[in-house]
């Protein structure tokens, strides 16, 4: 089983338009984390007054994803900034320092950092998914989190099919499913989500290190060094000296 479950922007997004964010929870179990760039892009969303209501507990009151993932060593922000134009269309991003942050530096910590080695992501970005596929990262979409949901006894099929046909009425990327296709199982045994010890609760990722006077879990730019890092550099840091999990 994966460490650890990135979801990306597209997917929390998803659950909250559908107002299934508790089932998400549930079904990631203390295992989800998330990294600075898909907490600024939610808090913008919040912020902005999009339909995300119920991930502003994210950003606080209830931060079940841990504390978002700092990248701020340069030789890291580099590497970030690396990918995210080789995977995702290269030099049309320039100036555009937050397009595919997120799915950049998700992949990115997945790929390089040992402590989240193994992990597993959750997009619902097609381009994103057949990257994350192409470089080895365990991938899944929304609707493998659902199928695994209707196995467990959380929702019944009618309810996920309504659901999915929600999210393709609103535009999401994704196909309206089959029954078939809600019944199928994910594309691996192996994708579950155990829950934590009984008492227990998410703790708090800071993978690359805190710069000081950064939260990492308002979803202000102040906790968001990196973004600015992308076009002004930022303090060193090293993950290797950060605790594993």
Same mark, same amino acid.
């Given at each position: ?16 338009? +559908?107002?299934?964010?508790? +089932? ?12 600075? !760039? ?10 902005? *007054?999009?339909?995300?209501? /119920?991930? /502003? ?20 922000? /580099?590497?970030?900034? &690396? ?5 995702? &269309? ?43 596929? !192409? ?13 695994? &949901? ?48 009984? *008492?227990? !609760? ?26 600015? *890092? ?16």
């Amino acid at each position: 089983m994966p460490p650890f479950f990135f979801p990306d922007t597209t997917v929390l997004s998803n659950f909250a338009y +559908l107002g299934e964010v508790a +089932l998400l929870k549930q079904m990631l179990s203390g295992h989800g984390r998330w990294t600075e !760039a898909v907490a600024f892009e939610i808090g913008n969303g919040v912020r902005c *007054g999009q339909p995300l209501d /119920a991930l /502003a507990d994210l950003l606080g009151a209830d931060p079940w994803l841990g504390s978002p993932i700092l990248i701020t060593r340069e030789a890291d922000i /580099a590497g970030v900034e &690396a990918l995210r134009r080789r995977a995702f &269309a290269g030099p049309r991003l320039r100036g555009r320092y937050t397009q595919h942050l997120g799915e950049a530096q998700s992949c990115y910590v997945i790929l390089h950092w040992p402590q989240f080695q193994g992990s597993a992501w959750i997009s619902d970005d097609r381009k994103a998914v057949r990257f994350g596929r !192409a470089e080895g990262i365990t991938t899944y979409e929304t609707i493998d989190v659902v199928r695994l &949901a209707i196995q467990s006894g959380l929702i019944d099929t009618e309810t996920a099919r309504d659901h999915m046909r929600r999210l393709c009425q609103l535009g999401r990327p994704m196909r309206e499913p089959t029954v078939a296709d809600l019944l199928a199982m994910p594309g691996t045994p192996h994708f579950v989500f155990p829950g934590p010890p009984p *008492g227990s !609760a998410p703790a708090p990722v800071v993978g690359g290190g805190q710069s000081q006077g950064s939260t990492g879990g308002n979803g202000g730019e102040e906790s968001i060094p990196v973004l600015r *890092g992308h076009q002004q550099g930022a303090e060193q840091a090293n993950p290797e000296q950060m605790p594993l999990f």
